[in-house]
């Protein structure tokens, strides 16, 4: 994979993580309350915080793949960290097929993330 290719890459998954997660803020009682008694509602938003925070990871890398190619492992473990355990919870019946669908963009950045990680030569 080429440098420009690493770059597109990660600053697309940036911005898509992005607005996936930004709006999760406004809407704590439509994602998290219909489930379950939100007890912990600092898990909920220490979640997104977290994960927005990736997302500028994310944007970094784009700027520099090569420079931050020791960075991309990273991002895989990240991505596959929440598609793993969505994926088990969809086997188990205990998650919506909705869910686990939209979940399958973060296997595709993974393998992407994995793909540029291998494609890229690292800085001499």
Do not use: C
């Amino acid at each position: 994979m080429s440098p420009g290719t690493a770059r597109w890459l990660f600053r697309g998954a940036a911005i898509y993580g992005l607005i996936v997660l930004l709006p999760l803020y406004l809407l704590e009682h439509q994602v998290a309350a219909p489930a379950a008694a939100l007890a912990h509602p600092e898990y909920y938003y220490g979640f997104i915080g977290a994960a927005a925070a990736w997302q500028l990871v994310y944007w970094t890398i784009g700027g520099d793949p090569v420079r931050y190619r020791a960075f991309m492992p990273l991002g895989v473990i990240a991505k596959f960290g929440f598609w793993i355990p969505t994926f088990l919870l969809w086997l188990n019946g205990r998650t919506p097929t909705s869910t686990f669908a939209v979940t399958n963009v973060d296997l595709l950045l993974g393998i992407g993330f994995f793909v540029a990680w291998w494609g890229l030569k690292a800085p001499a």
